[in-house]
Each structure stands twice: as structure tokens, then as C-alpha cells.
């Protein structure tokens, strides 16, 4: 297996969090979104979407997708699990993870791709030629900053994002937390639980993979 990766991006950070939770080392191949190596051919004859993560496994195919890669190594290597171990669990942490994704990543990604010029011409992920639309800076931020409520009082009675026990919820919600910060929109002071939550799962060493 090989894994098609952007050191720098908020979704590739949340597959190698997820492997080094499960202690997986394979083969990494770094592509320069900011360059445009996404954009060219040699990796779009991969991943025709143009985005990565992207997993090549071992028969030649490619699997992208970052929740579908981790799937794949839940599969292959359940343990420890990261997305659940029984129906109620494991439906709570997709609705969390669901939640992250179109409230948090989604809307930051609009922040970056529709406010820094160097994406002007770039504003969806994978393509070339879609243009930034200025309003959805505003409405990014707004869908941001109320998923920050709702993490904070979720996190008020319960120690990790889905429930008692880590799981790919805090993955995800860590890297947007820290995806969030190239837009300069922090954590506010009052958010005690989001807080505490955010600095122990910071401190896990799959946090710096
Ligand atoms: N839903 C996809 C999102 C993939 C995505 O948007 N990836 C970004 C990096 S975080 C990308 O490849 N961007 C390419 C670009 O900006 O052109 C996933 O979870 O894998």
C-alpha cells in the first residue's frame, strides 16, 4: 500500500492520525496541493477528483476519500477501534463525524479557498478555473463559529467528542480546530470543555503524525 499525502492539508492529516493510532506505517508519497501537483496529470490518472488523501492498495487500485480510507484500515486492523464497537456507537460516531465535516471542514475549507488569492481560481478542491465567491468567507465563519457552540456543550459531560472513548470524532474534530487557525478563528476562552478536550487529545503523539 501506498499513501498519497499533503503534509500541509486538514484531510490528510486525518488519515495519518488514524494510522498512527493503529500503529499502520506504510509508504508515503507527498503531492504540493499549494503547486497545483493535484492539478497534473500524473496524479489525476490516479484520482481523477484531483484530491487526496488517496490510497493505492496493494492489487493497483486507488480508494480516496478520507473516512473510506480509514474504513478500509478499521477493516483490515480493527484494533484499537476508532469507529465504534456496536451499533449504537458506531452510528454516533458517524453522525459526529458527519456533523464536523458539514459544519467545520466544509465551511473552512469556503474560508480559505474563497478569501487567499492564491486560490482565486482554485475555489473548490481538485479543480482549476472555479472562481472565489467572497460571500461564503461570512458564511464559512458562521457555520464555524456555531459548531464551536454545539462541540462545547457536547463536551461538557463527556470526556471525547462521540462519548466516553476516542475515536475518529476527535481526529476530525482536532484537525478542524487546527485548520482553523490559518484563518486566525480560535477556540473562545469561555469554551472551557472544548478547551480541556482540545489540549488532552493535542497531547496524544498521533496528534504530530
Ligand atoms: N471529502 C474529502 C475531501 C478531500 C479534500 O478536499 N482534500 C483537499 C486537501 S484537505 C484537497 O485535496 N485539495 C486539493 C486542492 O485544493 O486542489 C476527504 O475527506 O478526503
Keep these: 500500500m501506498k499513501l498519497y499525502d499533503c503534509t500541509s492539508a486538514p484531510n490528510t492529516r486525518r488519515v495519518r492520525m488514524f494510522m498512527a493510532e493503529k500503529g499502520i506505517v506504510i509508504p508515503r508519497v507527498e503531492i504540493d496541493i499549494a503547486q497545483g501537483e493535484n492539478l497534473q496529470s500524473n496524479f489525476l490518472s490516479k484520482n481523477p477528483r484531483g484530491v487526496l488523501p488517496l490510497l493505492e492498495l496493494d492489487d493497483g487500485s486507488y480508494l480516496d476519500e478520507s473516512v473510506a480510507i480509514c ?54 478542491a481538485g479543480t482549476s478555473g472555479v472562481i472565489a465567491i467572497d460571500a461564503l468567507v461570512e458564511r464559512g465563519i458562521t457555520s464555524y463559529h456555531r459548531f464551536l457552540e454545539r462541540l462545547n456543550k457536547n463536551l461538557e459531560d463527556q470526556p471525547y467528542v462521540a462519548g466516553k472513548t476516542f475515536s475518529i470524532a476527535d481526529i476530525t474534530a482536532l484537525c478542524a480546530l487546527d485548520f482553523a487557525k490559518w484563518a486566525k478563528l480560535k477556540t473562545p476562552e469561555h469554551h472551557t470543555h472544548t478547551l480541556r478536550w482540545y489540549a488532552h487529545v493535542s497531547a496524544r503523539s498521533s496528534a504530530s503524525a
Design 71 to 124: 474504513r478500509y484500515f478499521e477493516e483490515i486492523q480493527p484494533e484499537p477501534a476508532l469507529m465504534g464497537h456496536d451499533a449504537k456507537s458506531k452510528a454516533k460516531i458517524e453522525s459526529c463525524q458527519r456533523h464536523i465535516e458539514f459544519d467545520a471542514l466544509l465551511p473552512l475549507a469556503d474560508v480559505l479557498r474563497n478569501s487567499v488569492p492564491h486560490f482565486k481560481e482554485r475555489a473548490l
